[in-house]
């Protein structure tokens, strides 16, 4: 069983840079597709980006450009570097492992959920 855990959330304000980590513990980490998602109260959870083993990402359009994801299989862990951030930012993020191998972001591809962590950008 794959556990995934979350961190690095926090309150900032417009403008500022916030680095998420995701830790995976247990199960297979290096080979899988690993993604970053986001909801915000009262909307459906959104793709962010995702990085395959190979390190090949992908972003989502709202994010493109201020967004990066990295990883380091080493530590079994992924990483969200967000700078620019904005309000409508403000969600909480989870990390998850995609099941196969693709880089696409919809969630019903993703098997394997952290707890997620809060961000709140404020204006």
């Known amino acids: 069983q794959v556990q995934l855990v979350d961190s690095g959330g926090g309150l900032v304000q417009t403008g500022d840079s916030l680095r998420l980590s995701c830790t995976a513990s247990?199960?297979?980490?290096?080979?899988?597709?690993m993604g970053w998602f986001r909801q915000a109260p009262g909307k459906e959870r959104d793709f962010v980006a995702a990085?395959?083993?190979?390190?090949?990402?992908y972003y989502a359009d709202s994010v493109k450009g201020r967004f990066t994801i990295s990883r380091d299989n080493a530590k079994n862990t992924v990483y969200l570097q967000m700078n620019s951030l904005k309000p409508e930012d403000t969600a909480v993020y989870y990390c998850?492992?995609?099941?196969?191998?693709?880089?696409?972001?919809?969630?019903?591809?993703?098997?394997?959920w952290g707890q997620g962590t809060q961000v709140t950008v404020s204006s």
């Open positions: 247990r199960g297979t980490f290096s080979s899988y597709t």
């Open positions: 998850a492992r995609r099941r196969d191998y693709g880089l696409g972001g919809n969630p019903s591809n993703y098997d394997y």
């Open positions: 990085i395959k083993w190979s390190g090949s990402t």
